[in-house]
């Protein structure tokens, strides 16, 4: 499985972005994918997962909830992280990852990373 995140960019706050994990190998739709971030001097952090199969399973750091929305569309292989209202300490380089599991908050848990995509929020 590989992965490669795309989406990110330099918004004010209160803007809205979408980050896009694009999948690729026969078995990425039977995994679970995280979103994570880091921002700088600090370490990584769970934001958002969801369970391979779209409507079953999604869990949110608790900053985030009710502002960013985790979805997938198994058939062209991709996970989506809808931020609305973002906040300037959203500022991280997001990543994604794919786990056989259920897609849990622990970044060990995640066998497959992509490379990052920075989002960047001014005030």
């Known amino acids: 499985v590989q992965l490669v995140e795309s989406g990110g960019g330099l918004v004010r706050t209160g803007a809205s972005l979408t980050l896009s994990c694009v999948g690729s190998?026969?078995?990425?739709?039977?995994?679970?994918v995280g979103w994570f971030r880091q921002a700088p001097g600090k370490e990584r952090e769970f934001v958002a997962a969801i369970g391979w199969n779209p409507g079953d399973y999604t869990d949110y750091v608790e900053s985030v909830k009710g502002r960013f929305t985790i979805s997938r569309d198994n058939s062209v292989k991709v996970v989506y992280l809808q931020m609305n209202s973002l906040k300037p300490e959203d500022t991280a380089v997001y990543f994604c990852?794919?786990?056989?599991?259920?897609?849990?908050?622990?970044?060990?848990?995640?066998?497959?990373w992509g490379q990052g995509t920075l989002v960047t929020v001014s005030s």
């Open positions: 990852a794919a786990e056989r599991g259920y897609g849990a908050r622990r970044a060990r848990n995640y066998e497959y």
């Open positions: 190998g026969r078995t990425f739709s039977q995994h679970a």
